[in-house]
């Protein structure tokens, strides 16, 4: 870590964007530790196994007959980094395009958070499915190791044990993306619309619901599946990451909170219930039905509400 370095890239941003991303990838790195990524042959056979097993066991409980992604990959914080900056790039690019010039200052201040943010998600990520929105479509499985094993290690938790869950719980979104072809781009849509409207000037209310109830779907339905697919009891590991969660120093807090971390376990808690209802009622395979087509995704009332999404798809 080089926080020196990390510095001088952000204030030595140039360019006519509000942001140079160049900067931000060289401060992202600057100012975050890349973490030990030497995998020992019984790491790598882990990861492996691991995968082949969620992929097995969640096709047989959700009834899906999904791919993974072509690009399965254990990395260390530096890669993720590298990994996560052309995505946020592509998102952010409506602000860019109606961006006005910007006075070095500004970019400045812009390329340091962007460098803040890459670097503290690369720091905290454990594992990630990117169906690359805003990109190709060589959809991608992420593997954070080094923190992995720091949080495994952290909670007291068998490191074994902690890395199957997590990939338990991201090939169950392999499995709802590869599902509905559609979901990416539909997500897609809704955040370009979003950022756009941020770069007229205005916040598209209804647009940023939108996709706060398509990834309350995403990330119930993913909880659902891994909980009906995982082999063993999770409950322990769950409450163990939430209360090192909670007891985070008041900086971490803080970023979290700016991040959104407090609306995802929401996201978690509230697509959960609704998508246990609806599988105690059709079971998973009928649960599944959410990813046939665009409008079988629940609206905000429905989630609330699972008999009434029940009943209009039914």
């Not at 070095?104 to 460098?115: E, F, H, L, P, V």
């Not at 990109?135 to 720091?150: A, E, I, K």
């Amino acid at each position: 870590m080089n926080l020196f370095r990390a510095a001088r890239a952000v204030a030595g941003s140039d360019g006519d964007s509000p942001v140079d991303w160049t900067a931000v990838g060289t401060a992202a790195r600057a100012g975050t530790a890349p973490g030990e990524l030497s995998l020992s042959a019984a790491d790598r056979a882990g990861y492996a196994d691991d995968v082949a097993d969620a992929r097995s066991r969640i096709r047989t409980a959700s009834g899906i007959d999904f791919e993974l992604p072509g690009s399965v990959e254990v990395q260390n914080r530096h890669h993720w980094i590298d990994a996560n900056v052309a995505t946020f790039r592509r998102l952010l690019a409506p602000l860019e395009s109606g961006a006005m010039v910007v006075p070095s200052i500004a970019r400045a201040a812009n390329t340091g958070t962007m460098a803040l943010t890459l670097g503290f998600l690369a720091s905290n990520v454990l594992g990630q499915y990117d169906p690359t929105l805003l990109g190709d479509d060589d959809h991608r499985l992420y593997f954070v190791h080094p923190n992995v094993v720091g949080v495994a290690d952290a909670l007291e938790a068998d490191r074994d044990r902690f890395r199957r869950w997590i990939a338990f719980h991201e090939v169950a979104h392999a499995a709802e993306f590869d599902a509905a072809p559609w979901l990416a781009s539909h997500l897609e849509s809704k955040m370009e619309t979003a950022v756009s409207e941020l770069t007229a000037g205005h916040l598209d209310r209804a647009a940023l619901g939108d996709l706060d109830t398509t990834m309350t779907a995403v990330e119930g339905y993913a909880e659902l599946v891994m909980d009906r697919a995982f082999d063993e009891e999770y409950a322990d590991l769950r409450e163990k990451l939430d209360a090192r969660r909670r007891e985070a120093g008041p900086i971490s807090a803080l970023v979290r909170r700016l991040l959104g971390f407090g609306r995802k376990r929401r996201q978690y808690e509230r697509g959960k219930a609704f998508f246990d209802a609806v599988a105690d009622e059709r079971g998973v395979a009928g649960a599944g039905a959410v990813w046939e087509r665009p409008e079988n995704l629940p609206t905000d009332a429905e989630l609330d509400d699972p008999s009434a999404w029940l009943r209009r798809v039914a």
